[in-house]
């Protein structure tokens, strides 16, 4: 983004959350760590969504940073269960 970091001629393509327009996006999951230098933005872009009456699951995860869950960690583990968990609970007929 370069010299565009920060301001609003970041493209919408580049930082999802800086849409203006959430109606039409497709179902969502987003999760991120509490510690994620993204966190903010992902929960903007997971708020606009659920504000236009779209499907979005939002999840923050306690105590771990951006790409946690691409290392061996029981929290991965974890999160990995509660992904599990999540798919089996929202099966389609």
Known sequence: ??????????????????NRDFSDMPPAF?????????????????LGIMKAHMPCELH????????FDTFPMSIADRL??????LFRNHRRP
């Open 1 to 18: 983004m370069g010299n565009r970091f920060g301001t609003d001629d970041v493209l919408p393509c580049e930082a999802p959350a800086h």
């Open 80 to 85: 990995l269960n509660i992904v599990r968990m």
């Open 30 to 46: 987003i999760e991120m760590g509490k510690l994620d230098a993204f966190r903010n933005e992902a929960v903007a872009y997971a």
């Open 60 to 67: 923050v995860i306690g105590g771990v940073t951006h790409t």
